[in-house]
């Protein structure tokens, strides 16, 4: 498989967790552009003149699928600009070829979902592009949590990304959504389904089920409800009441999220080391990973609401 990221992708091994043993990998990047991650840099990298070299770039490797593995920059010319992508990049290489919010949409009709809660790392304007896809592909946002970070996304741990679910989840919501190709999450998907007791989906998580979809290949995540129909019902129940999850009565799910609770920490997964050593705050704590060069890129709360202004809780 071939796959086509933008310059600063950080988590190619992450790709390959989901990839089974018998399927290689080939990835290329975009060129670099001196623009912080927004809506401009979306649309700088997914612009067909720079498409069609990456994906004739990988077509000396003859893959079976090309996929572009970018949520924003698929994201932000709509259905109409996604559709448009995948045909510049079947044309440029002759192969067959997928995005990631594409992707996004044909896991969410998989799943029977269609109220979406939604976790970015990006700013309100980005967060609001990928609510207007959404829309656009039959899906209502529920609710929803983003960082309003500009670069560095992949040193966001995997705590965050937990925290901001939290927030997101509200009301009567059939799946989670993790926005960002460059935001680590496999490990943390089982730990949410479980303790959210629903579907959730993850960019770089369906970029690789749908590409080895594309080419009769599964892709491998242990308790994964995309990518294993018998989780969708499960010991984990994977459904809310309109109050909230359920309580945890089942004995499996309960040791699991006992068990989820080191993941929060990832001392001992590599995607720790991209995270990037934790640095010295003013007061001597460790900084969770996020380059005190340019901060948390939060506001005066952790996550914000729609309003823009600091979440409640």
Same mark, same amino acid.
């Given at each position: 498989m071939g796959v086509v990221a933008p310059f600063d992708f950080a988590l190619d091994r992450e790709l390959w967790r989901w990839v089974p043993d018998e399927v290689s990998l080939h990835l290329t990047r975009t060129p670099f552009v001196p623009v912080e991650v927004s809506l401009d840099l979306a649309r700088l990298v997914s612009e067909h003149?720079?498409?069609?070299?990456?994906?004739?770039?990988?077509?000396?490797?003859?893959?079976?699928?090309v996929?572009? $593995?970018?949520? @924003?920059?698929?994201?932000?010319?709509? *259905? $109409?600009?996604?559709?448009?992508?995948?045909?510049?990049? @079947?044309? $440029?290489?002759?192969?067959?070829?997928?995005?990631?919010?594409?992707?996004?949409?044909? $896991?969410?009709?998989?799943?029977?979902?269609?109220?979406?809660? *939604?976790?970015?790392? %990006?700013?309100?304007?980005?967060?609001? @592009?990928?609510?207007?896809?959404?829309?656009?592909?039959?899906?209502? *946002?529920?609710?929803?949590? %983003?960082?309003?970070?500009?670069?560095?996304?992949?040193?966001?741990?995997?705590?965050?990304?937990?925290?901001?679910?939290r927030q997101a989840v509200v009301g009567a919501t059939d799946a989670l959504?993790?926005?960002?190709?460059?935001?680590?999450?496999?490990?943390?998907?089982?730990q949410l389904e479980a303790e959210l007791r629903m579907p959730v989906l993850s960019a770089n998580q369906v970029t690789m089920w749908a590409a080895l979809r594309a080419i009769g290949a599964q892709a491998v995540g242990p308790y994964q409800a995309l990518l294993d129909p018998v989780a969708r019902s499960g010991p984990a129940g994977m459904s809310v009441s309109p109050s909230g999850p359920f309580p945890v009565t089942d004995p499996v799910v309960e040791s699991m999220l006992g068990a989820v609770e080191a993941v929060e920490s990832v001392v001992d997964e590599p995607e720790a080391a991209l995270?990037?050593?934790?640095?010295?705050?003013?007061?001597?704590?460790?900084?969770?990973?996020?380059?005190?060069?340019?901060?948390?890129?939060l506001g005066e709360g952790p996550y914000l609401d729609d309003s823009g202004g600091p979440a409640a809780g």
């Open positions: 003149e720079t498409l069609h070299d990456a994906v004739q770039a990988l077509a000396a490797v003859a893959p079976e699928v996929a572009y $593995a970018c949520t @924003s920059g698929s994201f932000v010319g709509g *259905v $109409a600009g996604e559709r448009a992508m995948c045909a510049a990049m @079947s044309q $440029a290489g002759e192969i067959p070829s997928l995005t990631t919010s594409g992707a996004l949409l044909e $896991a969410l009709r998989e799943i029977g979902a269609r109220r979406i809660a *939604v976790v970015t790392p %990006y700013t309100r304007s980005v967060t609001d @592009s990928l609510e207007e896809y959404l829309a656009e592909g039959g899906m209502t *946002v529920t609710g929803r949590a %983003y960082l309003g970070l500009t670069r560095h996304i992949w040193k966001v741990p995997y705590r965050d990304v937990v925290d901001m679910a959504f993790i926005s960002c190709t460059n935001l680590p999450t496999y490990d943390v998907i089982p995270a990037g050593a934790a640095s010295p705050g003013p007061d001597g704590d460790p900084a969770d990973g996020l380059d005190p060069g340019f901060g948390t890129g």
